[in-house]
């Protein structure tokens, strides 16, 4: 089981990334997906997760900013990150909730579930 993400760089406060992560080694069909980051010093944070059902969920300090996406037939899950702020520099992590249902949760996800390696974004201001 492997989940690889990519997409990550340095780009300017205001400006827009898209991060993609695909998984290899397992059918995603019922399985919720989601982002999570981790910033220098903090601990990690939930970003979004959306289900096969596509229900999404986010957190608050990027609703309405970051878009979560999903092509189940091909395993990815996707971030487009618009409006992006300083703060928002992370490491970004994808992963697979193994025991989703039809809603999701970022506080679902725990050490038993699918994490991948992160992609760096850097924000400048």
């Known amino acids: 089981v492997q989940l690889q993400a990519s997409g990550g760089g340095l780009v300017q406060a205001g400006g827009s990334l898209r991060l993609s992560c695909v998984g290899t080694?397992?059918?995603?069909?019922?399985?919720?997906l989601g982002w999570f980051r981790q910033a220098p010093g903090k601990v990690r944070e939930g970003v979004a997760s959306?289900?096969?059902?596509?229900?999404?969920v986010y957190s608050d300090s990027v609703k309405g900013r970051f878009t979560i996406s999903r092509d189940t037939a091909k395993n990815m899950v996707f971030l487009q990150m618009d409006n992006l702020k300083p703060e928002d520099t992370a490491v970004y992590y994808c992963?697979?909730?193994?025991?989703?249902?039809?809603?999701?949760?970022?506080?679902?996800?725990?050490?038993?579930?699918?994490w991948g390696q992160g992609t760096q974004v850097t924000v400048s201001s």
């Open positions: 959306i289900t096969s059902y596509d229900n999404s």
């Open positions: 080694g397992f059918n995603s069909d019922y399985y919720a």
């Open positions: 992963a697979a909730d193994t025991n989703a249902g039809r809603r999701t949760r970022l506080s679902d996800y725990g050490p038993d579930d699918y």
